[in-house]
């Protein structure tokens, strides 16, 4: 992925979070104040909800790390590969000298 392909999915991801979190901090706020009697009951909605987002946030930055984890690993293991190749490449030609061929 380019620089500027992470860029724009970075501004992409921060844009669509912002507006739902808008569109639902917007809707906990005129549900109570439309229906009052609903107060108890976003009380006790909202813990689970709030821990559900914890686990989504977390679960987010790990599979972002992993994603990063395995980008660099990807990367290591294609220079080792060119490096093997470059090697044998080399070899290979040196015994095809050696022999005449």
């Known amino acids: 992925m380019e620089i500027d392909q992470a860029i724009a999915a970075v501004f992409f991801d921060t844009l669509q979070g912002a507006l739902l979190g808008a569109a639902s901090g917007a809707a906990f706020a005129a549900i109570p104040a439309f229906f009052p009697a609903l107060i108890p009951i976003l009380n006790i ?57």
């Open 45 to 101: 909605v909202a813990v689970p909800l709030m821990a559900i987002g914890a686990f989504q946030l977390v679960n987010q930055v790990f599979q972002i790390l992993d994603h990063h984890e395995s980008v660099k690993r990807n990367a290591l293991i294609n220079q080792v590969y060119q490096q093997d190749a470059q090697f044998f490449e080399s070899f290979d030609k040196r015994v095809a000298d050696y022999l005449g061929i």
